[in-house]
């Protein structure tokens, strides 16, 4: 039942900006936007969420499109340690997570 | 604050057999959820947990039940396990109120094989 779409794998270099996008064109009006990601053999761990207006903390941005139909989570500088699984998931009642981005560091 | 704890950290059954993990949530978090996670099927929601009582159910089969205790911990139960069992179970503990606003925090899970 996931409810979001993202490319499967993305590459990026390091120290450069890295944009991770989300479609969820079936998003209701109460569902937040969360972004979880996983490092190798460790639990997913909290990124960035929001409901409609673009949000930033000391790990990440989040843009969410006006009609909220996609996001994008933006990490300002990549580097190694960000190399991980990023979900984009909707929180109702639960989460759905989706199938995740792979993202590789490039040194 | 100590973080979300799972035991046992690895676990191997044979087909049949029943098995139960635990979660120790952060404290002060009230609500407990439990996910699997498969390479085929990725991430999926198992039930969630608040104050003692199921508040949400995924799709899985009564052999996945759970339950959760006055002190928030958590187990979880699989009974007559099958092959397709074999995967890494998440637990992940959350204040608990009903806005899906909830920042959910994740234990390193269970490595559940079953031969």
């Known amino acids: 039942d996931a409810k979001t779409t993202q490319p499967n794998s993305m590459e990026s270099n390091e120290e450069e900006p890295v944009h991770l996008p989300c479609n969820h064109s079936t998003i209701s009006g109460t569902d937040y936007i969360h972004w979880y990601r996983q490092l190798p053999s460790q639990g997913p761990e909290y990124v960035i969420h929001g409901l409609t207006s673009n949000v930033n903390n000391r790990m990440a941005s989040l843009a969410i499109a006006e009609d909220r139909k996609s996001s994008t989570l933006i990490l300002h500088r990549a580097t190694l340690r960000d190399a991980a699984v990023y979900y984009c998931i909707l929180s109702g009642n639960q989460f759905y997570f989706g199938t995740g981005t792979s993202l590789t560091v490039i040194p | 604050k100590a973080g979300v704890t799972q035991t046992p950290r690895y676990l191997i059954k044979t087909r049949g057999q029943q098995v139960t993990l635990s979660c120790s949530p952060i404290?002060?978090?009230?609500?407990v959820s439990w996910y699997q996670q498969t390479p085929g099927q990725g991430l999926q929601f198992l039930f969630e947990?608040?104050?003692?009582?199921?508040?949400n159910k995924g799709n899985f089969p009564g052999r996945f039940s759970g339950r959760q205790f006055s002190n928030s911990r958590s187990e979880m139960n699989v009974s007559t396990l099958e092959l397709g069992d074999s995967a890494l179970y998440l637990c992940?503990?959350?204040?608990?109120?009903?806005?899906?606003?909830?920042?959910?925090?994740f234990g390193p899970g269970t490595r559940l094989t079953v031969l």
């Open positions: 992940a503990s959350s204040w608990g109120g009903t806005s899906g606003s909830n920042e959910q925090f």
């Open positions: 947990y608040f104050s003692e009582t199921q508040r």
């Open positions: 404290s002060g978090h009230r609500s």
